[in-house]
């Protein structure tokens, strides 16, 4: 079997690319491993940036997300004691958007099979090859079968623990990597939304606290916990207690609670691996990098470096021209390390570190009001949180 491009996975990435190159008329299959109603289910983040939102609705996946997203023209911040809103649409006329992950991959699916794209669910990729070459090849396992496609380019579009990171060899791979010393034990529970906007708190004793949410109706909400923790250590009393707690008290501000109904805790991390390009394969997405969850950029970084890739594919195939895939590392890991130095630093301002000493606590909350008191640092903020422009 032969098609021009051969991706791999179908998360935000892997459908986004297959959806723009369909529209530019460049044939592609989608390999998943998982299935459909898996990958429909699992629950990430949920903040869009207003250039993932365009592009979502440029390329006709939007019609559901319109309806059901959640506009946020702020965010507030809660350090020290004190509460704080950085108006985004105020200081830099943008927005972001709170629909989720898998809300997005539902619609993206929907959209790719109705347009006859196909997507093979339950088919894992096993080995792919031929990247030096002007065939390269994957060969997958489906229904207790191997089959091969043999294809002109791959899109790695198969997360952290994919195999085409691999595929590059050692030798000219260069991965960055920091792993934090705590995790984020996340929730969701039947409780309206303690505010109608994210609210991210930094605690002085007890550490950071996120409140966000999925809809009018339900919460979504992050403790920071020891990486090692176990949920099974918190009984839905200890965690509504705990966001209480680090939350504090303010004026017209109430913690709404509920019945919660899922959680699991995350590790965090960030990593970047170069080249995002090999011969013929194209890695994107999280199978490229990842941040940790506080800036909210792993999908909208997935689907900028899909953006960047499907530009050049298109120039190949309708100019013949190869000079976009030269630049495909330079372009995405501008942006991506951009978007990485952004997630460091307000993890490092909003957590609390195990080891740390009583001056980079007062240190820490000094940078967090000197970001929030003024317009300059809230702008820096605002900017980098609304995400930075797809092509930089
Ligand atoms: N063969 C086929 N599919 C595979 C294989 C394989 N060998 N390995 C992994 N996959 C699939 C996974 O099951 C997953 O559905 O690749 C898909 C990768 O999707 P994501 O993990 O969602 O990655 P990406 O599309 O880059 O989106 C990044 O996801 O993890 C979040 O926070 C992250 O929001 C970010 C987004
Ligand atoms: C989410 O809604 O899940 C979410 C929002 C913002 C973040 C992280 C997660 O920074």
Not at 127 to 147: C, S
Not at 286 to 301: C, E
Not at 338 to 352: E, L, R, V, Y
Request: proline share 4%; net charge negative.
């Amino acid at each position: 079997m032969h098609v021009q491009v051969g991706i791999i996975g179908a998360g935000p990435a892997g459908l986004m690319l297959a959806r723009l190159l369909h529209l530019r008329g460049i044939s592609s299959i989608v390999l998943e491993s998982r299935n459909r109603a898996y990958v429909e289910t699992r629950l990430r983040a949920g903040l869009l940036e207003q250039g993932s939102v365009d592009l979502i609705n440029e390329t006709g996946m939007g019609e559901r997300m319109q309806r059901e997203w959640m506009v946020h023209n702020g965010t507030e911040y809660v350090a020290g004691g004190e509460r704080y809103r950085v108006d985004m649409w105020d200081l830099i006329n943008r927005r972001v958007y709170i629909y989720g992950q898998q809300e997005v991959v539902k619609d993206m699916i929907a959209v790719n099979l109705a347009a006859g794209v196909p997507i093979i669910f339950e088919a894992e990729a096993r080995e792919i090859g031929g990247l030096d070459g002007d065939k390269p090849f994957i060969r997958y396992r489906a229904n207790g079968v191997e089959e091969t496609i043999v294809c002109d380019f791959i899109g790695g579009c198969d997360g952290f623990h994919g195999i085409c990171r691999e595929a590059i060899p050692k030798a000219i791979r260069k991965d960055y990597d920091r792993v934090y010393p705590f995790g984020w034990l996340g929730i969701l529970a039947d409780a309206a939304p303690t505010s109608h906007e994210l609210i991210y708190c930094q605690n002085e004793e007890r550490g950071f606290a996120l409140f966000t949410m999925r809809s009018p109706k339900v919460s979504r909400c992050y403790l920071q916990v020891p990486p090692d923790e176990s949920e099974e250590n918190w009984s839905d009393d200890r965690i509504w207690d705990e966001l209480g707690k680090r939350l504090g008290k303010h004026e017209g501000l109430t913690l709404s609670t509920g019945k919660i109904t899922q959680k699991s805790v995350t590790p965090m991390r960030s990593f970047v691996s170069e080249p995002m390009r090999h011969g013929r394969l194209f890695i994107a997405g999280d199978s490229a990098h990842i941040v940790p969850p506080t800036g909210a950029k792993g999908m909208n970084l997935a689907i900028s470096d899909v953006y960047v890739l499907a530009k050049a594919m298109t120039a190949h195939y309708e100019r013949g021209e190869t000079e976009l895939f030269d630049h495909y590392t330079e372009t995405c890991l501008r942006r991506v390390w951009g978007a990485q130095h952004f997630s460091w630093w307000i993890t490092s301002m909003m957590h609390n570190l195990p080891d740390e000493n009583p001056f980079d606590r007062k240190r820490q909350l000094a940078e967090l009001r000197a970001v929030l008191g003024s317009r300059a640092g809230q702008t820096l903020l605002a900017e980098n949180y609304a995400g930075l422009p797809i092509e930089m």
